[in-house]
């Protein structure tokens, strides 16, 4: 089956909340399940981002800021969102750089994002979720294969994996899962300027996949994890290998 007619077999008709919806994934992620039908709710910090995924759509969304370091604002997306059937958050707030020079601020909100946020997302969205829904959250090949000065990420993304096992079985049958992404040239590289193209493909010669991950395959991942009902409490691996590597 393609991921165009998994889209629609999971999604048509469906709503849809897409945390992070103004990121590069996030925007493909709304484009793909718009497309299959799907009734959208947009939220994320950056208004004017979610307005300009929103104008790359089919169909209308709704469109709502959203702060996952600030509980209200998480109150506030349950109450404007209302029934749902399935929610995504695509969050990530890096706080790289050697331990020794660490801000407590910057750790803070990489948790909100990763953790804190995906648990009050869970406390506030959860008893909206209809029968046979779900939360999909974003962990990271970090966690699996720790480098130097990514500590706060690698610790992130695993705590994440486990909390996700924790809600899967307390907001159960609600299901629970997340997606683990490697390297994946989302934008998140264009840093590095003339040496991106150097830097994807000495990890591409590395993973076991040989290649490094697209946008694309992040939106298969996730819609594999949203319309598999027999899948909870499980972190979907879609890294080319690159934990192994």
Same mark, same amino acid.
């Given at each position: 089956?393609?991921? %165009?007619?998994? *889209?629609? %077999?999971?999604?048509?008709?469906?709503?849809?909340?897409?945390?992070? #919806?103004?990121? !590069?994934?996030? !925007?493909? $992620?709304?484009?793909?399940?718009s497309a299959a039908g799907a009734d959208l709710v947009l939220a994320g910090p950056d208004r004017a981002k979610l307005d300009a995924t929103a104008a790359t759509l089919v169909g209308p969304a709704l469109v709502q800021r959203t702060d996952l370091t600030d509980e209200a604002s998480i *109150?506030?997306? *349950?109450?404007?969102?209302?029934?749902?059937?399935? $929610?995504?958050?695509?969050?990530?707030?890096?706080?790289?750089?050697?331990?020794? %020079?660490?801000? $407590?601020?910057?750790?803070?909100?990489?948790?909100?994002?990763?953790?804190?946020?995906?648990?009050?997302?869970?406390?506030?969205?959860?008893?909206?979720?209809? %029968?046979?829904?779900?939360?999909?959250?974003?962990?990271?090949?970090? #966690?699996?294969?720790? +480098?130097?000065?990514?500590?706060?990420?690698?610790?992130?993304?695993?705590?994440?994996?486990?909390? +996700?096992? *924790?809600?899967?079985?307390?907001? #159960?049958?609600?299901? +629970?899962?997340a997606v683990s992404p490697g390297i994946v040239d989302s934008g998140a590289w264009d840093g590095l300027g003339e040496g991106k193209q150097d830097f994807l493909r000495s990890v591409a010669e590395r993973n076991p996949a040989r290649r490094t991950g697209t946008p694309d395959d992040l939106v298969r991942a996730v819609l594999y994890a949203v319309a598999a009902p027999f899948v909870t409490g499980t972190v979907l691996h879609a890294d080319g290998g690159g934990r192994l590597a």
């Open positions: 089956m393609t991921s %165009e007619a998994t *889209a629609r %077999e999971a999604l048509d008709g469906k709503r849809l909340v897409i945390v992070g #919806a103004g990121s !590069r994934i996030g !925007r493909r $992620l709304a484009q793909s399940a *109150a506030d997306l *349950a109450a404007k969102t209302g029934s749902f059937d399935h $929610l995504v958050s695509t969050a990530s707030m890096p706080a790289d750089g050697p331990v020794a %020079e660490l801000d $407590l601020a910057s750790i803070q909100k990489a948790f909100a994002a990763k953790v804190f946020g995906p648990l009050l997302l869970a406390k506030h969205l959860a008893a909206w979720a209809n %029968e046979g829904g779900s939360f999909t959250f974003f962990s990271g090949v970090a #966690a699996w294969r720790p +480098v130097p000065e990514r500590v706060v990420v690698a610790t992130t993304n695993g705590a994440l994996a486990f909390l +996700v096992e *924790a809600l899967a079985v307390e907001l #159960a049958p609600l299901r +629970v899962n």
